[in-house]
T-cell receptor, first 113, second 112 residues
Framework: DAGVIQSPRHEVTEMGQEVTLRCKPI?????LFWYRQTMMRGLELLIY????????DSGMPEDRFSAKMPNASFSTLKIQPSEPRDSAVYFC???????????FGQGTRLTVV | TQLLEQSPQFLSIQEGENLTVYCNSS?????LQWYRQEPGEGPVLLVT???GGEVKKLKRLTFQFGDARKDSSLHITAAQPGDTGLYLC????????????WGLGTSLAVNP
């Protein structure tokens, strides 16, 4: 299996622009997580899907952030409009329901200037 | 709110030394995981401990889960430069969703 695939690996954008991050989970994994990692706050869970349904979005910072999972093999995290404080590494992870082991993608390093 | 505190935050040692890093909480977890993250990559699972007092070994790495399932330690024997990375612990909540609570990590540098 190819593992969790994220794109793009790097994104540099200007403040105010829309940013879309993409994730393909491991086939057969029905839970998907979006995390944000910074030096100051470490790994923060943004949103969690189970069987394509958002279960817990309490970590989404504000309305500028939205996430979708239209099918079992694809999810997006969108930031609109982006701000410099959104600069971080964003990770997608997947796991099988009932299992605690999470498999992470390589992340998207976002820089908002 | 469940919190996981990891210590030390940073550690720089010479090749061949031994070290222990800690993961502590006031909350009980159903299981606890240790991950290693290398620069530019996502965290990769090293081990999951489930039973209080459990000890697991992975080559030169020894993981222990506290008796009360609130804390854990990772001991590395004869560290090598390849052990360099960010070590993260994550506790699974006792609720039905097994939500993971993450520590901030210990950044380890092993110098040749």
């Amino acid at each position: 299996d190819a593992g969790v695939i994220q794109s793009p690996r790097h994104e540099v954008t200007e403040m105010g622009q829309e940013v879309t991050l993409r994730c393909k989970p491991i086939s057969g994994h029905n839970s998907l997580f979006w995390y944000r990692q910074t030096m100051m706050r470490g790994l923060e869970l943004l949103i969690y899907f189970n069987n394509n349904v958002p279960i817990d979005d309490s970590g989404m910072p504000e309305d500028r952030f939205s996430a979708k999972m239209p099918n079992a093999s694809f999810s997006t995290l969108k930031i609109q409009p982006s701000e410099p404080r959104d600069s971080a590494v964003y990770f997608c992870a997947s796991r099988r329901t009932g299992n605690t082991e999470a498999f992470f993608g390589q992340g998207t390093r976002l820089t908002v200037v | 709110t469940q919190l996981l505190e990891q210590s030390p935050q940073f550690l720089s040692i010479q090749e061949g030394e031994n070290l222990t890093v800690y993961c502590n909480s006031s909350s009980v977890f159903s299981s606890l995981q240790w991950y290693r993250q290398e620069p530019g990559e996502g965290p990769v699972l090293l081990v999951t401990v489930v039973t209080g007092g459990e000890v697991k070994k992975l080559k030169r790495l020894t993981f222990q889960f506290g008796d009360a399932r609130k804390d854990s330690s990772l001991h590395i024997t004869a560290a090598q430069p390849g052990d360099t990375g960010l070590y993260l612990c994550a506790g699974a909540s006792t609720g039905n969703n097994r939500k993971l609570i993450w520590g901030l990590g210990t950044s380890l540098a092993v110098n040749p």
